[in-house]
């Protein structure tokens, strides 16, 4: 799953716990969310129907997740082994301490597996986690949303979350930043430039309309990969305008 | 929704466009995801069902995302008026470039959305984008994924594309706000409990008059993380009164 015999183990260390869910497509959601990000332990509390054949469906390929998910009759026997877990749960004022946001909770996490069990901890889909089930984790941490509405699907959130952990745990490469130099053209003046070019282009016999398509295409992907600036489509776009001959006479005698 | 009028302004710049989806619940999913992160435009390129009751059963809260959701056409169509599109899709080898990872992405967006307007666009649940739709976005993003099963779900893609530019917006602040539950202690009230306990400490024995250094620290230490209430200071002072004994004798016979 990745290359680096330490990241496997921290993988191996991380159990997604979902306690007392309602909906069985939600526990299929889920493995397939778990799945996609690189985990593969599954714990259910309590699940309300498992196995059932909608969690199946929802799994899609992530079916064996489901086949080696472990039932458990607690969260605390869900949690044996575990040196820190950590609970989703919006804010509430109840809570000993302020929780973290998703991306700090999972980079503690990710420390904590490159030696310890871990766990994911997700309530039910309504009601989440009971006070008591929240006295049984160390941390807690809250997924950034739209205060007026901040209600994510089950799965969503177990996505977001191994997601994060995934980032933590370093299973990711760095990739390229990016600095824009001056105004970035809109879609409609990339497009008035392609057009123009387009017929230019058809005009001067460089292209041929019976065949036009991979042409377009390349320029299309060139142009996409300069990222082009409202200046350098005005500037293409007057070069372009002088290939004309004063007279209109076209290119190429045609 | 959020309060700085500016990113009011940049997280209605943003449109997320869904392009030939197949199931409809899965356009009531993504509604519901986009919503949770704060945003409320949804583009659909030529859905295979919507309308569809499907799509409102999964939208949850989100019913008002799919009313207002539009109906192009086409790519073309959807991004009409766009600076910058994003367009999801899995890494393949016809790329002019190789795609940034979600989070990269998302910052770019986010910047081109303080002044213009942005896409985030997604293609087929099964066969993705077409090429002719990936050559009209200019940025191609992928979501960093187990590579032996990397098939996220539709709506869990919006979502976490959407978690993305929420942040890279800079709707999110340093830490979730948290209410107390209750009044926290005042810099008197945590002092005359340090005073009580270290009074008790010493009476009892478990403390050296002449060497109390340590302990006295690390229980301030320890209260300072817990960010005491009122009511807890009140509660700890009165479990330290009934410890002593009843007769007003000290433990240990002092």
Not at 114 to 140: I, K
Not at 196 to 203: D, G, I, Q, T, Y
């Amino acid at each position: 799953m990745d290359s680096k015999p330490s990241l496997v183990e921290s993988f191996a260390r991380v159990r997604i716990v979902l306690s007392h869910t309602s909906h069985p497509g939600n526990i299929g959601a889920a493995a397939r969310a778990l799945k996609t990000m690189g985990f593969s332990r599954l714990v259910l509390v309590n699940p309300k129907c498992f196995p059932d054949p909608q969690a199946e469906a929802m799994a899609s390929g992530a079916g064996d997740v489901l086949a080696s998910a472990q039932v458990a009759g607690s969260l605390a026997e869900a949690l044996e082994g575990v040196t820190l877990a950590l609970a989703l749960t919006a804010r509430r004022r109840d809570l000993a301490t302020a929780p973290l946001w998703a991306r700090d909770g999972a980079a503690e996490l990710a420390a904590v597996a490159a030696h310890g069990e871990v766990a994911l901890v997700f309530g039910n889909e309504t009601s989440g986690l009971s006070n008591e089930e929240l006295a049984l984790c160390s941390r807690w941490a809250t997924i950034p949303a739209n205060p007026e509405y901040s209600s994510l699907n089950l799965a969503a959130a177990v996505q977001l979350l191994c997601y994060e952990l995934r980032i933590a745990l370093g299973a990711v490469s760095s990739a390229p930043t990016f600095t824009a130099a001056g105004t970035p053209a809109t879609h409609d003046e990339i497009e008035g430039l392609m057009a123009h070019l387009e017929k230019e282009a058809v005009a001067s016999g460089f292209l041929d309309p019976d065949n036009p398509r991979r042409l377009m295409l390349r320029l299309r992907r060139l142009f996409a990969r300069a990222t082009l600036e409202k200046e350098e489509v005005n500037i293409l776009r007057g070069l372009l305008a002088s290939f004309r001959q004063p007279t209109g006479k076209q290119h190429r005698g045609k």
